[in-house]
């Protein structure tokens, strides 16, 4: 019976410790003191395929999921006047950037444009670049 005891007591010692770790562990997200930036650069065409105009998307909403599994969306912004964004205060891990262009052979008239984004060290910002859309 004291066997018994002791084990049961080990066990959940054990169980303890493991979930402090884990709950101590940081993950893909807020609270860090990393950045992702970049600009979304809008080209529109005409029917037969023509660039006929292109511009820096004002007030473009931009999408960030954090990690590897989500589908959904955690974060959002909406692009400055020069089409430029950022995504603040994130812990070092692996994101998914994210906005829409038009498709005229999509049911919704719209299609996502993926970015994926790892982030290796803290307190710095890490420029994605241009995402170039159609519209």
Known sequence: MKLIKRSLQV???FAGVLFFLQ???KVEGPGGSSAISGKIHVKKYDVAGNLINEY???NEDVFLIYGEEGTFYDDDVKTSYDGTFEFNYLQKGKYTVFVYEKCTT???GKQPVFVDVELTDS???TDIGTIDIRD
């Open 123 to 125: 307190k710095t910002t």
């Open 56 to 58: 820096d998307a004002q």
């Open 23 to 25: 709950s101590c562990s």
């Open 106 to 108: 999509c049911a919704s």
């Open 11 to 13: 066990s959940l010692a």
